[in-house]
T-cell receptor, first 112, second 113 residues
Framework: NAGVTQTPKFRILKIGQSMTLQCTQD?????MYWYRQDPGMGLKLIYY???????DKGEVPNGYNVSRSTTEDFPLRLELAAPSQTSVYFC???????????FGPGTRLTVL | AQSVTQLDSHVSVSEGTPVLLRCNYS??????LFWYVQHPNKGLQLLLK??????LVKGINGFEAEFKKSETSFHLTKPSAHMSDAAEYFC???????????FGQGTTLQVKP
């Protein structure tokens, strides 16, 4: 199993550009999550999904959108990139709500 | 609402000496608690988890943590630090309904030769 994979690993965007961060898991997990990690901080939840077709906002959803059309994939969309979105983004998945989450390697995004 | 407080932002130990990383939690019900480790420029790896079974939880790489309900604490310990233990450590509590994780601010562990 590859676990949780994320692409790209690094990206530089100009202000106002858009992009999609890809996340795929091959563990047949129902629950998937997107976090951002700012320097010196813990992770903050952006969006999460409890199954295909079901998504909900986390702590910091503004400026982002998600979709969950399949169990495996959970892409995160930035529509109008802003410098405040410079961060490291982690995708995670879990089998059940009380199980541990498995994290991808992260995407380092810089908005200039 | 659940919350987590890591009491030390930075801990420095010498190689071979014990490690103690402190974590207090707040939860309105019996929580699920985790410790994750993040090595520089890497993703997060689960060290150990508590889910209402034994209060002393053993994890990977010789780490363990004790759940103390009376003190609302879940401190992480290791008897003897190794250079490879240098990393960022996060104490995490889980919202039992949604699985959402609430992260502490993190503790940077420095291990000196």
């Amino acid at each position: 199993n590859a676990g949780v994979t994320q692409t790209p690993k690094f990206r530089i965007l100009k202000i106002g550009q858009s992009m999609t961060l890809q996340c795929t898991q091959d563990m047949n997990h129902n629950y998937m999550y997107w976090y951002r990690q700012d320097p010196g901080m813990g992770l903050k939840l952006i969006y999460y999904s409890v199954g295909a077709g079901i998504t909900d906002k986390g702590e910091v959803p503004n400026g982002y959108n998600v979709s969950r059309s399949t169990t495996e994939d959970f892409p995160l969309r930035l529509e109008l990139a802003a410098p405040s979105q410079t961060s490291v983004y982690f995708c995670a998945s879990s089998y059940r709500e009380v199980n541990e989450q498995f994290f991808g390697p992260g995407t380092r995004l810089t908005v200039l | 609402a659940q919350s987590v407080t890591q009491l030390d932002s930075h801990v420095s130990v010498s190689e071979g000496t014990p490690v103690l990383l402190r974590c207090n939690y707040s939860s309105s019900y019996s929580p699920s608690l985790f410790w994750y480790v993040q090595h520089p420029n890497k993703g997060l790896q689960l060290l150990l988890k508590y889910t209402s079974a034994a209060t002393l939880v053993k994890g990977i790489n010789g780490f363990e943590a004790e759940f103390k309900k009376s003190e609302t604490s879940f401190h992480l310990t290791k008897p003897s630090a190794h250079m490879s233990d240098a990393a960022e450590y996060f104490c995490v509590v889980s919202d039992g309904n949604t699985g959402k994780l609430i992260f502490g601010q993190g503790t940077t562990l420095q291990v000196k030769p």
